[in-house]
C-alpha cells in the first residue's frame, strides 16, 4: 500500500503556457503522456457507497503503454493537501485481480463486487510531469512531482455527458510534507489564476455521473 499525497491546483488552459515558463521549470526536463482512465462500479454504485475508487490506467509514451489497477480510499483533505491509501499494481487483460490490495476487508469487498463491476466514466487526459528539486526550496531531501493534465471527464452511460478540465498536481513522492505547501504558494504567487481544488477526478466523476 501507498499512502498518496498530493495538493491539487485548477489552471485556466490558456495559463498553461505561463506555467511551463515558471522557475524551474524550463530548466528541467519533462514527460509527456496521454493517460486513458476508466473508473469501474456496480450498476447501483457501491464503490461510490462505500467511498472507494477503482480505476483501469493506461499510460501511453510514445515509447510503450502500461496498464494498470488503482484502488483508492477517500482520504481526508486539511489545508488544500489530499491524503488517503492508495493500491496500484499491473493489470490483468483477463480478469480484475484485487490481490495486490493488502487490506484483507477491502480486498474481500471487491472480490465480492468484482463480479458486478462495469464502466461508469472515464477521464482521459494528457499529462506533463516535472520533479522538482527539493534543493530549489531548501528541502534537499524532499522530492515532488508537477504534474499538468488537460482532457475530459464523461460519463460512460451519456455520451454527450462530459466536462473539460485542466489542473496542476503537486505530488509528495519522498520527503518532507511541508514542501507540497512551499511549491504551492510559490507557484501561486507566480500565477494567481491558480486555485485549491479540493474534488478529485473521481469524484467530479461521479458527479457528471449523477447529476
Known sequence: ????????????????PRLRRLTP????????????????DTPDLALLKEK????????????????LLTVKTQGVTVNGVSRRD?????????????????????????????????????????????NLPGSEIARNGSNVELALDFGYIRS??????????CEVELELLEGDEAALAIWGERFRLA???????????AARGYAILIY
Open 52 to 67: 472507494i475508487a477503482v480505476r483501469q490506467r493506461q499510460i501511453i509514451t510514445a515509447a510503450n503503454k502500461i496498464s
Open 86 to 130: 492508495e493500491w496500484e499494481f499491473p493489470m490483468r487483460a483477463e480478469r480484475l485481480d484485487f490481490s495486490g490490495v493488502d487490506d484483507v476487508a477491502l480486498r474481500d469487498m471487491l472480490a465480492r463486487f468484482s463480479p458486478d463491476l462495469q464502466p461508469v466514466f472515464r477521464v482521459d487526459f494528457a499529462r506533463q510531469s516535472w
Open 25 to 40: 521549470l524550463p530548466g528541467l526536463p519533462s514527460r509527456r503522456q496521454w493517460m486513458v482512465n476508466v473508473y469501474l
Open 156 to 165: 460512460e452511460f451519456a455520451k454527450a455527458r462530459r466536462k473539460a478540465f
Open 191 to 201: 500565477l494567481p489564476e491558480l486555485r485549491l481544488q479540493t474534488i478529485s477526478k
Open 1 to 16: 500500500m501507498a499512502f498518496e499525497i498530493e495538493l491539487k491546483l485548477t489552471l485556466p488552459v490558456r495559463s498553461a
